[in-house]
């Protein structure tokens, strides 16, 4: 049987003071940014569960869609939550399958940075 842990976290993200955008995201245990909602978010959660999934996505790119990299890389990490939560895996196959599609999230990330409208963009995930 599962022990359940009691978990207090909260988030909170801001533009700064040089950007004119916030270039931002995370993974809340299954908030995160939304691209109309891109100016600041805080919010705080108490719980108890058996699992929970966090990530911190830094948006790199300047004027060029650090935003959208880290987006995607959010809202990748609500798949995943949802894929770990409806396996029979271990937990060791469950890492395995994160870290393949850690790699895919990143090819395609890459590929998008290539077009003219988000050239450089990346992101950081944690």
């Known amino acids: 049987m599962k022990k ?3 978990i207090d976290a909260a988030v909170k993200t801001h533009k700064g003071n040089v950007r004119g955008n916030n270039e931002d ?10 691209p109309e909602e891109a100016e600041g978010v805080s919010l705080s959660n108490k719980r108890e569960d058996v699992s929970f999934l966090f990530g911190v996505c830094d948006g790199m790119g300047g004027e060029n869609s650090g ?7 959010a809202n990748w990490l609500d798949n995943v939550r949802e894929c770990i939560q ?20 990143n090819d395609q990330i890459y590929m998008k940075s290539k077009d003219t409208e988000s ?5 950081t995930l944690a």
């Open 4 to 6: 359940a842990i009691l």
């Open 25 to 34: 995201n995370f993974y809340f245990d299954g908030k995160y940014i939304k």
């Open 67 to 73: 935003e959208k990299a880290a987006y995607m890389a």
């Open 86 to 105: 409806n396996s029979d895996a271990s937990l060791n196959d469950k890492a395995e399958q994160i870290c393949e599609s850690i790699s895919r999230l």
């Open 119 to 123: 050239f450089g963009m990346g992101t």
